[in-house]
């Protein structure tokens, strides 16, 4: 996410906290969360899909998505 985001997430935040937004900041704040929370979670999902667990004796395994189990 570009920086410049991230620092009107801020801003809208600690606006926020001073006064009540508008429609139209909640809605741009809304927005911003929601584009913010996809980045993320796409970039937890590519640190465990190239996550391995080692055992004791040394045999590495790569984790598994427990739904694909089910």
Do not use: C, H
Not at 29 to 41: F, H, N, P, V
């Amino acid at each position: 996410m570009e920086n410049t985001k991230l620092q009107r997430i801020n801003e809208l935040a600690k606006l926020a906290k001073e006064r009540e937004l508008t429609a139209e900041e909640i809605q741009e704040r809304d927005a911003l969360r929601k584009e913010y929370i996809s980045e993320w979670r796409k970039g937890f999902i590519e640190v465990l899909e190239n996550t391995y667990v080692q055992t004791p004796d040394g045999k590495k395994t790569k984790l598994t998505d427990k739904k694909a189990k089910q």
